[in-house]
């Protein structure tokens, strides 16, 4: 039976390794359900593969995790499962460019489901209207701004209900006010879907207001959990540097020769 008391997620001492080293190690994380939280961490320090491993596409060679109290299976049956209860919205958007946005997001309900046309339609004009593009339907991604095409982009990783929703860099290649509106829709969506939603960004001043928690990951750990406020406030050399976008300090940039951990002395 499911735990319905269990965090959204869990992570317990997890390392993940990616083509031979070690990217990530002594990962310990509970992300509470219905919260926000923002993962945030200079470029290759692991965020992505953190999001590899609960999605079940990286196994961690060591630690567990776990979504919704489920240890995240190795068998592909049960990973694909599993991966129906994750929406996940990605860099590119990966909208499919011969099919409507309409199409797009029925794409996923058409696989997963045996719903009848109609009600797949019903569902995607539902879909639309929560990302506040009731009348995009018909456009093919081509006639699509940036911004339009990233909320297509959203109601498409809606469009099974997932509980948890897992955002990789959602704002990249949008302009400040796109932006705003795809982290307020975030923030909303999760609230009003009753969501656990997880953004990795570097996006750090236009993410944390939604975000309840903020975690920072450089040199291979997480140097960081906390609220926002704390992250603010935070006297950390490491979280300083980062906030400040500053190349000096003892966050180990242009080092991908090295492993983070050799990157870090
Ligand atoms: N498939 C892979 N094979 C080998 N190494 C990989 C693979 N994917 C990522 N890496 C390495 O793992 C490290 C972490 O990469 P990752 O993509 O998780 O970083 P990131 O924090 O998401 O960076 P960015 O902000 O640039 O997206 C990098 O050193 C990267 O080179
Ligand atoms: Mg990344």
Not at 23 to 48: E, F, H, M, N, Y
Not at 108 to 128: F, Q
Not at 177 to 205: C, D, K, P
């Amino acid at each position: 039976m499911p735990d319905v008391t269990a965090p959204a997620v869990l992570l317990r001492d997890v390392r993940l390794d990616r083509g031979g080293r070690s990217v990530l190690s002594g990962i310990d994380l509970s992300v509470p359900r219905g919260s926000v939280t923002a993962v945030l961490g200079p470029s290759g320090s692991g965020k992505s593969t953190l999001l590899s491993a609960l999605t079940g596409e990286l196994v961690p060679a060591a630690g567990t995790v776990e979504v919704f109290g489920q240890r995240v299976p190795t068998r592909m049956r049960e990973l694909l499962e599993l991966r129906k209860s994750i929406g996940v919205l990605l860099q590119g958007n990966g909208l499919l460019t011969d099919l409507t946005a309409g199409e797009n997001i029925a794409l996923p309900l058409r696989m997963h489901t045996k719903l009848p046309k109609p009600v797949i339609a019903r569902l995607v004009a539902m879909k639309l209207q929560a990302v506040g593009l009731r009348a995009a339907g018909d456009l093919y991604p081509r006639e699509l701004s940036g911004g339009m095409a990233r909320r297509v982009a959203l109601a498409r990783a809606l469009a099974l209900d997932p509980p948890l929703m897992i955002y990789d860099e959602p704002l990249t290649g949008l302009d400040p006010i796109a932006s705003g509106v795809i982290m307020s829709l975030i923030g909303r969506l999760n609230a009003s879907l009753g969501l656990t939603s997880i953004i990795v960004t570097h996006h750090v001043h236009e993410t944390l207001p939604v975000a309840d928690h903020a975690i920072v990951i450089a040199n291979g750990r997480i140097v960081f959990q906390g609220t926002p406020a704390e992250l603010e406030a935070s006297d950390d050399a490491l979280v300083r540097q980062f906030l400040r976008g500053e190349p000096d300090g003892p966050i180990a940039f242009d080092r991908g020769d090295l492993a983070p951990m050799e990157a870090a002395r």
